[in-house]
């Protein structure tokens, strides 16, 4: 396994929780337990990646603009979970904006998968890209508990 099929691996179950939580009932617990994974995972994930993945990807002179963006839709994304995270999950108003921050994952991994991984396999050693799962295997859960506390 490399750097990049662990990040896939992260990027299939978002979408499939985002799948998940737009077909819950409104004020189920069943959105609740959703969202409440949802949120740490994207948060967990878009940290450590930053961390193992993207910290190394900016070393890259042509790789910079990549990581860069990147980080500013993480930044993004951010501002909305914590939008939603204050709001109410039974309203209109709370899946509207769901379904803003769903549009935008999906189009964040999509881009990292179609358009960030090939510049990062050029740059990137592919051994380094394999050293890589262990350093985001140990981050990801450690940021999780920061989320979670
Ligand atoms: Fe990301
Ligand atoms: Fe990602």
């Keep these: 396994m490399n750097i990049y099929t662990r990040l896939k691996k992260d990027h299939d179950k978002q979408r ?11 004020g ?4 609740a337990d959703l969202w409440e994974e949802l949120k740490i995972e ?6 450590a990646e930053e961390q193992v ?8 002179p042509d790789g910079t603009k990549e990581a860069r963006h990147s980080v500013h ?6 501002k909305i979970i914590k939008e939603l995270d204050a709001m109410d999950q039974s ?5 509207k904006k769901f379904e803003k921050l769903a549009h935008e994952v999906m189009h964040h991994v999509d881009e990292e998968e179609a358009d960030i991984f090939p510049v990062a396999r050029k740059v990137i050693d592919s051994e380094r890209a394999k050293e890589m799962v262990e350093d985001f295997n140990t981050r990801k859960p450690a940021e999780a508990e920061k989320q979670s506390a």
């Design 28 to 31: 189920s617990q069943n959105r």
């Design 91 to 95: 309203t209109d108003i709370w899946e």
């Design 42 to 47: 994207l948060e967990a994930h878009a940290a």
């Design 73 to 78: 839709e993480h930044q993004e994304m951010t």
């Design 53 to 60: 993945f993207y910290s190394a990807l900016m070393q890259k």
């Design 16 to 26: 499939e929780l985002c799948e998940n939580i737009k077909s819950t009932y409104s």
